[in-house]
């Protein structure tokens, strides 16, 4: 009884079959014909849907008591009850002491995941009520937890996270939940823990915060802008727990204006005139100009647009070139218009010289009709067969255009014999 139970390669349901609750139970699966399929062979969708704590068989508490604790806290985490037999046999293994074979190893676990609850505060207390705490740690009590820097710490970690920071509090919750233990029973624990990267940082924890607190107190934090740049560069965690336990009235109050006051500076950069000078997030400098502009406000500086276009000038960038002409036009609209322009000298030539032909025909001379003695209806008209009809002018062509031949002059009409008189 306590031991862990011995592992060997298994299928993945008989893997399922080892964990400590149904809702620890589940997997997907990653085989390409069905990739991304629930396995769940337990149930234990509908115990996360029905909101119950369910252990997997009779013997899940025998097995490993660390899951006493475990039940405990997920119960505590989620406000779930535990389901009726599930109950049962926590009862049961409480009552026969099953928590005595707890090994050191899961004990270490239990205290390392206190670090990331979301709210350790009612979590430790869930476990002094059902007396696991000290099964932890001997003297281990509510009492010996800071519960007033605790409830701070979570309180202030939220508003971080608001902001878009996401500090680690782990290393600080430890240090509330154990701040008035003595120095051996701390000691002990962080033997236990298996994190040690999470120990380091505790012990470190307050040495780093009274390092930063002396920068922010020195000639690094003389002006705002300069206390921003220490804030900015120090780790989220730093600033957390300094932020809670820091006494200096000095060093509240710069953090406080860090994640309050001058962050609202930040609206004042200005935008309108960075734009009308060119100066826009697709320039490489952007990001540092805006800080740079930043900075500035911060200190109380820029505080006209003179003094404003007075910086950003020479960090502006060249203006941009003129645009292109536009390009040439193609297709079929471009063609005609350029044949258009070609023949127009010719057929404007080709006009002109029409218009002269025309005007030498109109001044061709008439020949004048002979007078005819005798009677006036005794002259025959000449017969349509002995006139020459004229040829039409030829029309002008639109390169050599001829002036048309004059027309051929009418022949005379032939005179009709006298008739010879009679005697009488």
Known sequence: MGKPPVIAPATIIEDLRRRDFTVNAMALSLNLGSRGLLMDPFNGAADIEAKLIRVLHNYAFVEDPSRLIRATRFAARFHWPM?????????????????????AKAIGQEIEQLAYEDDPLHIVRVLEKEEWLKVLSEHWTTAKVDTNGLSQLMKTRQQMNELGYQPDPAPAVMYFLTSRLNDKEIADMRKLIPRKTLVEAWKDLEDNAKDLAKKLMGKESATPSRTWQVLSNARPEMTLFLAVTAKQQGVIQKIKNFFT??????????????????????????????????????????????????FLKPLAPPPPPPPPPPPAKR??????????????????????????????????????????????????????????????????????????????????????????????
């Open 331 to 424: 297709g079929r609209a471009a063609k005609a218009a350029a044949a258009a322009a070609a023949t127009a000298p010719a057929a404007e030539t080709g006009k002109r010289k029409g218009k002269a032909a025309a005007s030498a025909v109109a001044a061709a001379p008439v020949p004048a009709k002979p007078e005819v003695k005798g009677k006036a209806n005794s002259s025959p008209k000449p017969s349509p067969q002995n006139v020459a009809a004229p040829k039409p002018a030829p029309k002008p062509g639109p390169q050599n255009a001829a002036a048309p031949k004059p027309a051929p002059k009418l022949s005379a009409p032939a005179k009709k014999p006298k008739a010879a008189k009679k005697k009488r």
């Open 83 to 103: 389901e009726e037999r599930t109950q049962a046999r926590f009862d049961s293994a409480k009552e026969n002491k099953y928590i005595e074979h707890i090994s």
């Open 261 to 310: 006051k001058w962050r609202q500076v930040q609206q004042k950069i200005p935008l309108p005139e960075m734009t009308e000078l060119h100066i826009t997030p697709q320039l490489p400098e952007y990001s540092k100009i805006a800080h740079d502009v930043f900075l500035l406000l911060l200190d109380g500086k820029l505080r006209s647009r003179t003094e404003t276009l007075k």
